[in-house]
């Protein structure tokens, strides 16, 4: 129960996925590539004359690696806000060829959302939005809300994407307000257990339509919120 190979080549590399919503008719948010350590300083003065605060980082890494925050000072601070200066960082890059090509992008907003959508070709069946209790870690808790403009936009996205089965994807605000992607993985997400505890079973879903039966309707829920027990 997995998708197109070519597909999920393309949504593991952050650049790629956006080329390719771009080439599909589907404005993806603001970013610039940076394909070496010499275009890095060049290329953070080009964004910053767009936007005061970016954000640096690698297109084919996870979570928090390679992720720098700057803003129009060229104040530069890693995802752990340990700081470093503008040398440090082409240095650092210079001498990990293998990150490249990089994407500067603008800074988004807090709160993070993790969205777990159910797709069939192309179609939007189910999602479940959560918001995460601490932005920078999603394992310490989720609120599930239901948010008019992240439901339109993942519609709008998995139908140019052409995409089935189940994602995970995080999404974020702009300064305009306007839902932004992150990124889309092809897989369930980390913390799949607290769409399941709202009362959307997507582990069923995908087993019903792997043996080509139609999926329930999602059922309504309230807003609540799952913290982890420790």
């Known amino acids: 129960v997995i998708d197109d190979y070519e597909k999920i080549k393309i949504l593991n590399n952050k650049l790629e996925t956006y080329k390719f919503l771009k080439?599909?008719?589907?404005?993806?948010?603001?970013?610039?590539?940076?394909?070496?350590?010499?275009?890095?300083?060049?290329?953070?003065?080009?964004?910053?004359?767009?936007?005061?605060?970016?954000?640096?980082?690698?297109?084919?890494?996870?979570?928090?690696?390679?992720?720098?925050?700057?803003?129009?000072?060229?104040?530069?601070?890693?995802?752990?806000?340990?700081?470093?200066?503008?040398?440090?960082?082409?240095?650092?890059?210079?001498?990990?060829?293998?990150?490249f090509p990089l994407m500067i992008m603008e800074k988004y907003f807090k709160p993070v959302y993790d969205i777990d959508i159910l797709t069939w070709k192309g179609e939007l069946l189910k999602t479940v939005q959560r918001k995460r209790i601490h932005s920078d870690f999603p394992n310490m808790g989720h609120k599930v809300v239901k948010i008019d403009e992240i439901n339109e936009y993942c519609e709008n996205l998995v139908s140019h994407l052409d995409i089935s089965w189940l994602y995970d994807c995080d999404i974020m605000f702009s300064e305009n307000k306007k839902p932004c992607l992150l990124e889309i993985n092809p897989r369930q997400s980390g913390s799949l257990?607290?769409?399941?505890?709202?009362?959307?079973?997507?582990?069923?879903?995908?087993?019903?339509?792997?043996?080509?039966k139609k999926v329930s309707k999602a059922k309504k829920f309230k807003e609540s919120t799952f913290v982890p027990y420790k």
């Open 23 to 99: 080439k599909k008719g589907f404005a993806p948010p603001f970013y610039e590539e940076v394909s070496s350590h010499d275009q890095l300083d060049h290329m953070i003065n080009k964004c910053n004359e767009k936007y005061e605060n970016l954000v640096l980082k690698s297109t084919n890494q996870r979570g928090s690696r390679s992720v720098y925050f700057i803003d129009k000072e060229k104040r530069i601070s890693d995802f752990f806000n340990n700081k470093v200066t503008l040398k440090e960082l082409i240095e650092d890059f210079k001498k990990n060829e293998k990150l």
């Open 193 to 212: 257990a607290i769409s399941i505890m709202s009362g959307v079973n997507f582990i069923d879903d995908i087993i019903n339509l792997s043996l080509g």
